[in-house]
């Protein structure tokens, strides 16, 4: 029987109880003179705010009656005070306090109405011009009408938020679309959870067996899977997770998986002959990436062969002198139309490119080098001396005509104008950006992708470094020797023990490798914690922030990020009066806080320190918190050479960083790295894992926890799995 809700609306005279970490909220409303207790999910309510809320009334046993809200929305407010109150929280774009208190001195109870039919009467108060009152009276009727569709889409669950990504995504049938077919909002960019979408759609009417029910759940596991960083997923494999899912039938599963591919939004493709099945976006990546690799191998480019005299001119110009497998490497990178660099730390990665970038330049071709992420890009620009972007701001981030989507300038009609491209870290770099990167690249241009493939593999789908080299098409040279002044340093020793099997130096009380052993997870979260905040510090010169990063195989668990970034802030920022704070998602944000973006998000607005404005920002962007407008809940974040604006839903989109995943870390490099090893679930005990962590230490790394947890991971030569079709695509007809 479908559940009826009612509506009431008020203002909310007390926050009774709030939830940090759940959003759990009961208030009182006052609602037509009475007061009514209300409990629901509210985490963003505040005293004077007036709210709609739909839900129902229920009896509790203890506490009487309540109206259990399982959705709502702020409106507009009525009255003198409540106006003045909403226009002075700077609401409105362009209305301060001060000029909120002049309109409604002069409006009182009639502003909206005077704001959305005669704003040309606003001209009488200074500073707003005829120009700035037209832009209020859109901005007023645009919050009326998305208060409405609001209304309209709450009686479906949906949040404010989601009402409102559901319209930019749907338009404006979205409504009538959602009725027709629930299941839209789990896809088109909406993105809301399967199991909530499927019991809307049961509570509407769909029956189980319903056909494009069963396509939501094929679509919904192999798109959850993209977070595991699979770009597809046996086709067996699907149907027997998703049946499961709705409890449907293996047939009916079948069935789906036809019509999607019938769609054209899912394909199937064939893997040492296993059918595999991958989203459309996946699958038209990475068959572009193969087709784009291929068709560079067979264009034949390659530059005239590397003379002694070049390599000897490099070599002076460099004040250098290169080994016989980087000469090797230097004359295949820049003979050779692609080309593919790996090699562990202390190999000579970055001498090689320096000499392949020297010989590039001397024969008078323009390169560009870029890396994944702002860290890594930063590195690079150190370590050659030369200017290196991310890859997004080397595309040049911006909004497609009709600005719905998000593009990359440089794409097909408006090619980078570089000769030769050096992409490093490009175990991070995953299917999506790489069919980017090379969608921007004139036909002809050399690529040169160097990183490490015993490294973990990209956060987002795809292991592009590891199917480009497995598949043997590509030109590739590995450094293996590790040069006499690395070997000085325990941490470059202990990373080629680590990835050759060996046992690991634990004993040195010289080096730059040390483990401190740690009984229990509550003794170690407290060790690791006091390194960071006072013994490194001290004994060293490290700062906390700066210089000190931890790292975690997990987030969960007494050593996980969650549980330490809460004791770190605590002692590294704790409240002050005067300091400003927000608190959401069960932690506080507080101005001086290490920050991470953990989602790509194109629209956030940045400037940096010459005044060049741009957009986007992207996951594992760490910055420092530097302003919060508490009232707005809008913040700026100081990422390396920019400074980005936050507001409303961004906001979700940071973490605290002062501890954060090994995941999360891959293209940084920390002067000191913390890592706490002690309980953390058996699959992250892994050799990979270990070796990403350990080699992001620059100049010290500390082990915190268990010799043994240490080996075992050492010892655990498990590959991270990812089902591809890059690799298949790459090598198919041989």
């Given at each position: 029987?479908?559940?009826?809700?009612?509506?009431?609306?008020?203002?909310?005279?007390?926050?009774?109880?709030?939830?940090?970490?759940?959003?759990?909220?009961?208030?009182?409303?006052?609602?037509?003179?009475?007061?009514?207790?209300?409990?629901?999910?509210?985490?963003?309510?505040?005293?004077?705010?007036?709210?709609?809320?739909?839900?129902?009334?229920?009896l509790?046993?203890?506490?009487?009656?309540?109206?259990?809200?399982?959705?709502?929305?702020?409106?507009?407010?009525?009255?003198?005070?409540?106006?003045?109150?909403?226009?002075?929280?700077?609401?409105?774009?362009?209305?301060?306090?001060?000029?909120?208190?002049?309109?409604?001195?002069?409006?009182?109870?009639?502003t909206?109405?005077?704001?959305?039919?005669?704003?040309?009467?606003?001209?009488?108060?200074?500073?707003?011009?005829?120009?700035?009152?037209?832009?209020?009276?859109?901005?007023?009727?645009?919050?009326?009408?998305?208060?409405?569709?609001?209304?309209r889409?709450?009686?479906?669950?949906?949040?404010?938020e989601?009402?409102?990504?559901?319209?930019?995504?749907?338009?404006?049938?979205?409504?009538?679309?959602?009725?027709?077919?629930?299941?839209?909002?789990?896809?088109?960019?909406?993105?809301?959870?399967?199991?909530?979408?499927?019991?809307l759609?049961?509570?509407?009417?769909?029956?189980?067996?319903?056909?494009?029910?069963?396509?939501?759940?094929v679509?919904?596991?192999?798109?959850?899977?993209?977070?595991?960083?699979?770009?597809?997923l046996?086709?067996?494999?699907?149907?027997?997770?998703?049946?499961?899912?709705?409890?449907?039938t293996?047939?009916?599963?079948?069935?789906?998986?036809?019509?999607?591919?019938?769609?054209?939004?899912?394909?199937?493709?064939?893997?040492?002959?296993?059918?595999?099945v991958?989203?459309?976006?996946?699958?038209?990546?990475?068959?572009?990436?193969?087709?784009?690799?291929?068709?560079?191998?067979?264009?034949?480019?390659?530059?005239?062969?590397?003379?002694?005299?070049?390599?000897?001119?490099?070599?002076?110009?460099?004040?250098?002198?290169?080994?016989?497998?980087?000469?090797?490497?230097?004359?295949?990178s820049?003979?050779?139309?692609?080309?593919?660099?790996?090699?562990?730390?202390?190999?000579?990665?970055?001498?090689?490119?320096?000499?392949?970038?020297?010989?590039?330049?001397?024969?008078?071709?323009?390169?560009?080098l870029?890396?994944p992420?702002?860290?890594?890009?930063?590195?690079?620009?150190e370590?050659?001396?030369?200017?290196?972007?991310?890859?997004?701001?080397?595309?040049?981030?911006?909004?497609?005509?009709?600005?719905?989507?998000?593009?990359?300038?440089?794409?097909?009609?408006?090619?980078?104008?570089?000769?030769?491209?050096?992409?490093?870290e490009?175990?991070?770099?995953?299917?999506?950006?790489?069919?980017?990167?090379?969608?921007?690249?004139?036909?002809?241009?050399?690529?040169?992708?160097?990183?490490?493939?015993?490294?973990l593999?990209?956060?987002?789908?795809?292991?592009?470094?590891?199917?480009?080299?497995?598949?043997?098409?590509?030109?590739?040279?590995?450094?293996?020797?590790?040069?006499?002044?690395?070997?000085?340093?325990?941490?470059?020793?202990?990373?080629?023990?680590?990835?050759?099997?060996?046992k690991?130096?634990?004993?040195?009380?010289?080096?730059?490798?040390?483990?401190?052993?740690?009984?229990?997870?509550?003794?170690?979260a407290?060790?690791?914690?006091?390194?960071?905040?006072?013994?490194?510090?001290?004994?060293?010169?490290?700062?906390?922030?700066?210089?000190?990063?931890?790292?975690?195989?997990?987030?969960?668990m007494?050593?996980?990020?969650?549980?330490?970034?809460?004791?770190?802030?605590?002692?590294?920022?704790?409240?002050?009066?005067?300091?400003?704070e927000?608190?959401?998602?069960?932690?506080?944000?507080?101005?001086?806080?290490?920050v991470?973006?953990?989602?790509?998000?194109?629209?956030?607005?940045?400037?940096?320190?010459?005044?060049?404005?741009?957009?986007?920002?992207?996951?594992?962007?760490?910055?420092?918190?530097?302003?919060?407008?508490?009232?707005?809940?809008?913040?700026?974040?100081?990422?390396?050479?920019?400074?980005a604006?936050?507001?409303?839903?961004?906001?979700?989109?940071?973490?605290?960083?002062?501890?954060?995943?090994?995941?999360?870390?891959?293209?940084?490099?920390?002067?000191?790295?913390?890592?706490?090893?002690?309980?953390?679930?058996?699959?992250?005990?892994?050799?990979?894992?270990?070796?990403?962590?350990?080699?992001?230490?620059?100049?010290?790394?500390?082990?915190?926890?268990?010799?043994?947890?240490?080996?075992?991971?050492?010892?655990?030569?498990?590959?991270?799995?990812?089902?591809?079709?890059l690799?298949?695509?790459?090598?198919?007809?041989?």
């Amino acid at each position: 029987m479908e559940e009826k809700f009612e509506m009431i609306s008020g203002t909310v005279v007390r926050v009774v109880f709030s939830s940090a970490e759940t959003g759990f909220t009961v208030i009182e409303l006052e609602n037509n003179g009475y007061t009514e207790t209300v409990v629901g999910n509210m985490p963003d309510v505040s005293v004077g705010e007036e709210l709609e809320l739909t839900g129902r009334f229920v009896l509790h046993s203890n506490y009487g009656q309540q109206f259990k809200a399982e959705s709502y929305i702020k409106t507009l407010p009525k009255g003198s005070a409540a106006i003045l109150r909403y226009l002075s929280s700077g609401a409105i774009k362009g209305i301060g306090p001060a000029t909120a208190k002049k309109i409604v001195k002069l409006f009182g109870d009639d502003t909206f109405e005077v704001m959305e039919k005669e704003p040309e009467r606003l001209v009488v108060i200074k500073g707003i011009s005829l120009s700035k009152a037209r832009q209020i009276q859109e901005e007023v009727a645009g919050k009326r009408s998305m208060r409405d569709l609001c209304l309209r889409l709450s009686q479906y669950g949906l949040s404010a938020e989601e009402a409102v990504t559901a319209f930019k995504s749907l338009g404006e049938t979205v409504a009538e679309q959602i009725q027709s077919n629930p299941y839209i909002l789990c896809s088109y960019g909406i993105e809301l959870d399967f199991e909530r979408v499927d019991e809307l759609a049961l509570r509407l009417g769909f029956s189980e067996d319903n056909l494009e029910r069963a396509c939501a759940a094929v679509t919904f596991v192999v798109k959850h899977n993209l977070v595991n960083g699979h770009t597809c997923l046996p086709r067996a494999k699907v149907v027997k997770t998703s049946a499961a899912l709705i409890e449907g039938t293996e047939n009916l599963l079948d069935d789906a998986i036809e019509e999607l591919i019938g769609r054209k939004q899912m394909h199937s493709v064939m893997i040492d002959g296993q059918p595999f099945v991958a989203l459309s976006e996946q699958f038209y990546c990475e068959r572009y990436i193969a087709g784009r690799m291929l068709t560079e191998l067979k264009l034949n480019n390659r530059e005239k062969p590397v003379s002694d005299a070049e390599l000897k001119r490099a070599e002076r110009e460099l004040g250098i002198q290169f080994e016989e497998l980087q000469r090797k490497a230097i004359c295949e990178s820049v003979e050779a139309g692609v080309f593919i660099l790996t090699g562990g730390p202390g190999t000579g990665k970055t001498t090689t490119v320096n000499g392949i970038i020297k010989i590039l330049e001397n024969r008078g071709l323009k390169v560009a080098l870029a890396a994944p992420t702002g860290r890594a890009a930063k590195r690079m620009t150190e370590l050659c001396g030369q200017e290196a972007k991310t890859i997004h701001r080397l595309l040049e981030v911006g909004t497609s005509d009709d600005g719905k989507t998000h593009i990359f300038v440089r794409c097909e009609k408006n090619p980078l104008e570089h000769d030769a491209v050096i992409i490093d870290e490009m175990s991070m770099v995953d299917a999506v950006l790489f069919d980017a990167l090379l969608r921007a690249l004139r036909l002809g241009t050399r690529l040169i992708l160097v990183g490490d493939s015993d490294q973990l593999p990209s956060v987002g789908a795809g292991n592009v470094l590891k199917d480009l080299i497995l598949s043997k098409r590509f030109s590739s040279v590995r450094l293996d020797k590790v040069f006499r002044q690395a070997l000085q340093s325990l941490i470059v020793v202990n990373a080629h023990r680590i990835i050759d099997g060996q046992k690991m130096e634990l004993d040195r009380k010289d080096a730059d490798f040390f483990m401190l052993e740690s009984k229990t997870p509550q003794r170690a979260a407290s060790l690791v914690c006091d390194l960071c905040c006072r013994r490194l510090p001290e004994a060293y010169g490290f700062s906390p922030t700066e210089d000190i990063q931890i790292l975690c195989p997990s987030k969960k668990m007494e050593l996980g990020t969650v549980n330490l970034n809460n004791m770190l802030q605590q002692q590294l920022n704790p409240p002050k009066e005067g300091v400003p704070e927000i608190e959401f998602k069960g932690f506080v944000l507080r101005c001086g806080d290490k920050v991470m973006q953990i989602k790509n998000n194109y629209d956030i607005v940045w400037e940096d320190d010459s005044g060049n404005v741009g957009m986007g920002v992207f996951n594992g962007d760490v910055g420092t918190l530097e302003e919060i407008d508490v009232a707005n809940r809008s913040l700026k974040v100081r990422f390396i050479d920019r400074v980005a604006e936050y507001s409303g839903e961004e906001v979700r989109q940071l973490e605290l960083a002062y501890a954060v995943t090994v995941h999360k870390s891959q293209g940084s490099e920390f002067d000191c790295v913390i890592l706490p090893l002690l309980d953390f679930p058996y699959q992250l005990k892994y050799r990979n894992l270990l070796y990403t962590a350990v080699t992001r230490a620059k100049k010290m790394l500390v082990v915190v926890g268990s010799r043994q947890v240490l080996e075992t991971m050492a010892q655990n030569d498990r590959k991270t799995l990812r089902y591809t079709a890059l690799k298949a695509m790459l090598t198919e007809g041989e």
